[in-house]
């Protein structure tokens, strides 16, 4: 037993001494040293970048709104009555002028015609009085008598004939009816709402704006919305702004028109408006993420001979998803946009995806 242990340690001597040339243990240490260098320096962060080019940049100020009717009213009598006739359709169109709803006239009509045979009565006597007068048969008195009771009769015939077409009630504009609320036979007066009108073309976009943007808006600017649940994009155009700032949310309220031919803006709908408050033709835009802040400004990096380089920038405007560079950077140069945690000034980069 002995001499088998003896006979493995003797072959693992003679194996370790043939193989320690191979070990080079007690050689020089430069040449694993340099190796190692080498490897460092062969080492590059893989990043990706964009080449930095002019660009139209929109200042967007995005806000919501509402949709409002061109024009609008409750339909109501101006008198009371019953109800004779209802000439309208439930949301049809209408036109200027077409008669909507019938009240009972028969009472006016006959005091009209009353009041135009007591006008044809004082027409002749006024006649016969005048005709004295200027006979010298009667006074002035006498003649001024008749004459007021022609005029009274005349007055009270153009009262009664505004409160007849007060019977008849029309539309005052061109649009589309409502639901209707009353039947014929009903008795309305001036506080029962018959249906409702509106005009729904063009279409009024009402939203607010916060006081400071007060002295880029003006009438004429174009907007962009959209409406819920619709992707489709609406142009409408500012034309009336209120001429002050509400005191209590220190906003202004603009509004906008914009066509609505095919009546797919509806009164009350919610909108989200994009307005655009300046235009920049050749902007520098970089991604967000690209800028990176510091105590005294920003910077970004840029590739130069295979190196990340610090810039030093001054920013501008900002979207959603970019930044405006006014200073620190040019057309051409290209800007890294990833990695930004891992870099640093110096280091090697390798260009993995440039846009």
């Not at 006239?105 to 006959?110: K, P, T, Y």
């Not at 155009?237 to 001429?243: G, K, L, N, Q, S």
């Not at 609505?260 to 967000?288: D, H, K």
């Amino acid at each position: 037993m002995k001499k088998k242990i003896l006979t493995i340690t003797v072959v693992a001597v003679v194996i370790f001494l043939l193989a320690l040339p191979k070990l080079n243990l007690f050689g020089p240490k430069e040449s694993a040293e340099q190796a190692a260098d080498g490897a460092q320096g062969q080492m590059r962060l893989p990043v990706e970048a964009i080449i930095i080019k002019p660009e139209r940049l929109d200042n967007k100020l995005v806000i919501t709104g509402s949709v409002l009717p061109n024009e609008s009213l409750e339909v109501r009598s101006e008198i009371s009555g019953k109800i004779h006739r209802i000439h309208f359709r439930e949301g049809k169109q209408v036109r200027k002028g077409e008669l909507l709803v019938e009240i009972n006239d028969d009472e006016l009509v006959a005091q009209v015609e009353k009041q135009k045979y007591n006008r044809k009565l004082y027409e002749d006597n006024e006649f016969r009085q005048r005709k004295l007068l200027e006979k010298e048969a009667i006074s002035q008195e006498e003649y001024d008598n008749a004459l007021n009771r022609l005029n009274t009769t005349i007055a009270d015939i153009r009262l009664l004939e505004a409160q007849l077409a007060k019977t008849q009630i029309r539309a005052p504009f061109d649009g589309t009816i409502g639901l209707r609320f009353v039947s014929e036979g009903a008795f309305i007066n001036s506080n029962t709402v018959i249906t409702t009108l509106y005009n729904l073309s063009p279409a009024k976009i009402d939203f607010s704006i916060p006081g400071r943007y007060s002295t880029q808006i003006a009438a004429g600017r174009k907007i962009f919305f959209t409406i819920e649940n619709d992707d489709q994009v609406f142009e409408g155009e500012v034309f009336a702004i209120e001429p002050q700032i509400d005191a209590n949310t220190r906003t202004l309220k603009v509004r906008a028109i914009a066509d609505n031919r095919r009546n797919l803006l509806l009164p009350g709908q919610f909108v989200r408006v994009e307005l655009i408050l300046q235009t920049v033709m050749n902007a520098l835009l970089v991604p967000s993420e690209a800028v990176v802040p510091e105590l005294n400004g920003h910077k970004v990096y840029l590739v130069r001979n295979g190196k990340a380089t610090e810039a030093p920038v001054e920013i501008g405007l900002r979207t959603d998803r970019n930044v405006e560079v006014i200073s620190g950077i040019k057309p051409g140069d290209t800007l890294i946009t990833t990695g930004m945690l891992q870099m640093r000034n110096g280091l090697g980069v390798a260009l993995t995806k440039v846009q």
